[in-house]
């Protein structure tokens, strides 16, 4: 009689038949939504190079297949399931939610075996497996090694140093995993201690106000250089603002003295004696004469006329010069008590801070 092709009821069949997989387990499949791609292929199916993995479920049934697919949702596994005539490989997805844990299967290792036939019963010989199984990426045979080297030293410093960086952690008087340690304990790891949640968020908040302080103690120093900069170029400003008016006043009498010859040539040149003109200090009504000559004071005046222009362009910058730094002076004092401010709001957060760790300090202290 000639046999009938496979098809998805066969499938559904050697799922609930098939061994390892329960009746029961396709019950839950089905019933959580468990999505089975029933891709149905020859035993002379190539697969590609994937890792191997025992996925246990919460309901506590576990499942060893390849994952060909992982993301945060969902984990796919190839399965191969036996059948009375040939293997069957079914892709299988099972959501992360119903997940409990998946665990590597770790591969044949001919030269670890070769090593592990060599090592001898020394705890050294043992630490130096366990160090090489770490390099090799080798967890479970390295924690295997470190164990068995603390049962022949448990002393050495070697070994509690080991045993630590592959994970373990001492607590109630044995060496165990720490991962799995803090999940039945609550307790976190942090600065590689293990601690309370509280003892850790303290500890955390301490190094946070440790580093705000630090960070405000370089504030404050830049903010004191600045301040005591600004105080120089005040004083230096103030210093100037105070030489100015002296400059404008020696300035404008040079100006009135070149006007004054000016105006004494125009005198010599309208007088109507030759040489002789009325005295810059006549008295009105008594008659005073001053005998000059005129080449002189015609070089004077010259000399007057060339120079007023750069006096009077002296006069304007002098002037707004003295504007200048009289606002610059506004304006470092506004700068100054910003600066004060600043320093002064540093040094009391500083200080709330340093009070803070200390009251933070009470709860990891105990």
């Known amino acids: ?39 149905v292929l020859l035993s002379a199916l190539v697969r590609l190079p994937a890792e191997e993995v025992d996925v246990t479920l919460h309901s506590g049934e576990t499942i060893r297949g390849v994952v060909v697919g992982d993301d945060s949702e969902q984990i796919r596994l190839l399965r191969s399931i036996p059948t009375s005539s040939m293997p069957i490989d079914v892709v299988i997805t099972y ?38 199984c770490r390099d090799e990426d080798l967890p479970e045979q390295a924690r295997l090694q470190a164990m068995q080297a603390h049962a022949l030293a448990p002393s050495d410093p070697q070994v509690t140093t080991l045993l ?4 373990y952690t001492y607590a109630d008087g044995r060496w165990q995993d720490a991962n799995a340690y803090l999940l039945e304990t609550g307790r976190v ?19 946070d106000n440790d580093q705000r302080v630090a960070e405000l103690i370089q504030q404050v120093g830049a903010s004191a250089a600045r301040l005591d ?16 008016p002296d400059m404008l006043s020696a300035n404008q009498d040079r100006i009135s003295q070149a006007r004054l010859l000016e105006r004494r040539f125009d005198q010599l040149l309208d007088a109507t004696e ?14 005073q004469q001053e005998h000059l000559d005129e080449a002189t004071l015609r070089a004077q005046a010259e000399a007057a006329y060339q120079a007023l222009p750069q006096l009077l362009k002296n006069q304007a ?18 700068q100054m008590r910003d ?28």
């Open 1 to 39: 009689m000639r046999k009938r092709p496979w098809g998805w009821s066969d499938l559904r069949f050697w799922l609930a038949r098939g061994p390892g997989v329960s009746r029961g387990g396709v019950r839950w499949l089905v019933s959580t939504g468990v999505s089975v791609l029933a891709s």
């Open 95 to 132: 959501p992360r939610s119903a997940i409990a844990q998946v665990q590597a299967i770790a591969q044949p290792n001919p030269e670890y075996d070769q090593r592990v036939a060599t090592v001898g019963a020394t705890a050294q010989g043992h630490i130096a497996l366990a160090k090489w």
């Open 164 to 167: 630590i960086d592959l994970g």
């Open 189 to 207: 790891r942090y600065a590689g201690r293990i601690m309370s949640q509280a003892e850790a968020d303290a500890l955390r908040s301490r190094a």
């Open 229 to 244: 900069a600004l105080r120089q170029s005040f004083a230096g400003v103030s210093r100037a603002l105070l030489e100015v």
């Open 274 to 287: 030759p040489g002789v003109i009325a005295s810059p200090g006549s008295v009105p009504g008594v008659k």
């Open 317 to 334: 910058d002098l002037n707004r010069k003295l504007q200048t730094l009289a606002a610059g002076k506004r304006n470092l004092l506004e």
């Open 339 to 366: 600066a004060e401010q600043a320093l002064a709001s540093a040094n009391a957060t500083i200080d709330e801070l340093k009070t803070d760790t200390e009251q933070l300090a009470a709860p990891a202290e105990r």
